[in-house]
């Protein structure tokens, strides 16, 4: 292999990985954070950058010159839709640092995504672009005088997006913002200079100058990569309520496990076909998947095996106790799944070590005995009378009760009463009988007593789990713009969390544990409507759900037109229950278009609720205090 078709094939591999990066990237802003404008605007900018790459890289790869003149124009297609995304997310950023348009900016990027569009029908109509050249190095397209129009239409439409890029990081005052500012416009220069396809000026240097074109071009690809990831990191932390520590190891473990792993993958399986074609005869051999699959199982162990050791260090748990403690809590928490499985091994023990046929352990709430698990067929736990609590706390031998024994289980700290153990009364209980007993029951008390601590813990960080993230939110929005600081509750975004709340608990409007147990009890509307009402948890969460769909109801009689658009898709499908299809069908919509509408209508079913939340809060803060009794 020549130092030129090493150059070529390394080459054609970075640009792959790049195009795999950028539609990794894209995935992941579609999968955690959309709904910011900013991620949004980037989004579009990672599916033209991985449009341009990929095309790139599998039409450097064809062997077939119509093939390769297809995967060529698109290359071109995402080139003409990067300016339009780039000053869409240059507006977006510029607007999150408290500078929002005023009407132009955003006209204007209607304007250059109809230029977009205009550019992709010239390439469609084979007006973009001049004849395919197919017989060089590196395939181009001849440049035509649109093509120059278009390269004059980038230039300049990129210039005026970083000028808006520069605006930006100027209205930055705080440090970790303004640094993080500083990654992105640097990360920036990736899509803007490395995105634009120079083959169609600079086809004749793949022939006159071979060593100097390619090397140029992997130098590009590898910088371009670099920055890429960089601005990724950059835009990962707009608009989210995550802790940063939490965004970095999220982002890094999506990279690792997705184009690194998959780039390093592609790049060996085209080494060895190479090398197969060369010393082997033929290119696609049994090594080539063995190749593929190896490396993606092992790239992927390397990175579970390695995670504990950096891990930490992007999450700050070495530096934090608090933290480490937080993140071993999964693996340690004795939960009463946990418990009981535990518990059953024990009690199995317990019956064929005293030849007994049944056998059970209660648990100590509220003032009560509560069976938590069983073995064996017996007869179910009766009602405990209030003075068996008292005695069992009073003793630590086994006592009688209703034909059974019951061995006391306490705390192993306090010595608390935690739970009894109990088997018949007639069981043998000899002396190893009864060394069996006491070690079995020691082990019982032990797992109620890890279970105790885990449910001490779980009470703890449910504070960390309630619907008024307030801090954090606000957090996300002010990280950019310092003006937001002063923002009420009521103007941020609403959070995710609730919104997902909120469509759990419409989905099973008529019962099911996503009403039942919805977080939504916990908001101050959910508590007020079950103190006025008398009502429980499900039947409040429903009156509250469709008080707030009412107040999305157009006034007059109902029709079926765009104005009822939302409120007709909640009440049809949510609080009638009708079926997707049946309500799309009387709606005029497709399904797809139904489910757009239905996501911008539970988003004003959030807007409502939080407007309602923030009544309620209002009118408890104004309430006044109780009159004293006489």
């Known amino acids: 292999m020549t130092f030129t078709a090493f150059l070529r094939a390394l080459n054609q591999v970075l640009a792959a990985g790049i195009g795999i990066t950028a539609l990794s990237l894209w995935l992941y802003a579609l999968t955690f954070n959309l709904r910011n404008r900013v991620t949004f605007a980037y989004s579009v900018v990672l599916l033209a950058v991985a449009l341009t790459f990929g095309g790139e890289s599998l039409g450097s790869a064809s062997a077939s010159p119509a093939l390769a003149d297809l995967w060529y124009r698109l290359q071109w297609l995402g080139a003409i839709l ?4 780039y ?23 209607r304007l250059l995504y109809v230029a977009a569009g205009g550019f992709a029908v010239l390439l469609a109509s084979d007006r973009l672009l001049g004849p395919f050249v197919a017989n060089v190095p590196l395939p181009y397209h001849v440049a035509t005088r649109w093509t120059t129009l278009f390269a004059l239409y980038y230039l300049g439409t ?103 792993a998959v780039s390093t993958a592609l790049a060996l399986t085209t080494a060895v076909r190479r090398l197969g074609a060369r010393y082997l005869g033929q ?36 530096s934090n106790p608090l933290l480490a403690a937080l993140h071993r809590l999964e693996d340690r928490l004795f939960t009463q799944e946990d418990v009981a499985q535990f518990l059953e091994a024990v009690l199995a023990a317990l019956c064929d070590q005293l030849r007994v046929p049944t056998a059970f352990i209660a648990v ?16 179910p736990l009766p009602e405990t009378p209030p003075h068996l609590l008292a005695e069992a706390a009073s003793r630590r031998a086994p006592l009688r009760w209703d034909g059974y024994l019951l061995m006391p289980l306490r705390h192993r700290e306090s010595g608390a009463l935690l739970g009894v153990l109990g088997f018949p009364s007639d069981a043998n209980l000899d002396a190893d009988a009864r060394a069996t007993l006491r070690a079995l029951a020691e082990r019982a008390a032990l797992a109620l007593t890890y279970h105790a601590r885990g449910r001490a813990a779980a009470h703890a960080l449910q504070a960390l789990t309630r619907p008024d993230d307030f801090i954090p939110r606000l957090r996300a929005v002010a990280r950019y713009d310092q003006q937001k600081v002063l923002a009420t509750p009521e103007e941020l975004p609403p959070s995710a969390e609730l919104a997902q709340w909120v469509k759990d608990a419409l989905s099973h409007y008529w ?9 939504l009890t916990r908001l101050q509307v959910i508590q007020q409507a079950m103190e ?32 009822w658009l939302l409120y007709n898709i909640l009440e049809m499908k949510f609080l009638q229950g009708r079926k997707v299809r049946e309500v799309a069908q009387r709606l005029a919509l497709s399904e797809a278009n139904f489910y757009r509408k239905q996501r911008v209508a539970l988003e004003e079913v959030v807007r409502v609720l939080l407007e309602m939340e923030a009544e309620a809060r209002q009118e408890k803060h104004h309430q006044p205090p109780d009159a004293p009794t006489p």
């Not at 190896?294 to 992007?314: D, F, Q, R």
């Open 82 to 85: 990067l300016p339009a995304a």
């Open 87 to 109: 000053v869409h997310f240059a507006d977006a950023l510029l607007a999150t640092t408290g500078r929002p348009s005023r009407g132009r900016r955003r006209l204007s990027v």
């Open 158 to 260: 990129m210039g005026w997006a970083w000028i808006n890029f520069v605006r930006a990081y100027r209205r930055t005052v705080v440090r970790a913002s303004r640094r993080r500012m500083a990654y992105l416009l640097l990360g920036a220069l990736a899509p803007t200079l490395g995105a634009f396809p120079y083959a169609t000026f600079l086809g004749s240097l793949t022939t006159s100058a071979p060593h100097f074109f390619w090397m140029l071009a992997t130098l590009s690809n590898l910088f371009t990569t670099v920055l890429l990831v960089l601005m990724a990191y950059a835009v990962a932390f707009f608009g989210v309520a995550w802790p940063d520590r939490v965004v970095r190891v999220r982002l890094v473990h999506w990279l690792l496990r997705g184009p690194v």
């Open 283 to 318: 290119p696609y051999t049994v090594l080539v998947p063995l190749t593929m699959v190896l490396t993606l199982l092992l790239v992927e162990h390397l990175i579970g095996a390695t995670a504990p050791l950096w891990e930490p260090l992007l999450g700050g748990w070495q």
């Open 364 to 379: 100590v709430e509220e003032g009560d005995l509560s069976l938590l698990v069983a073995v064996g067929e017996g007869p």
């Open 511 to 519: 019962g099911g544990p996503k009403l039942s147990r919805s977080p």
């Open 532 to 563: 006025d009402g008398h009502e429980d948890a499900s039947q409040a969460v429903r009156s509250v759900l469709r008080d707030a769909v009412e107040r999305l109801r157009p006034e007059g009689e109902r029709r079926f037109t765009t104005e």
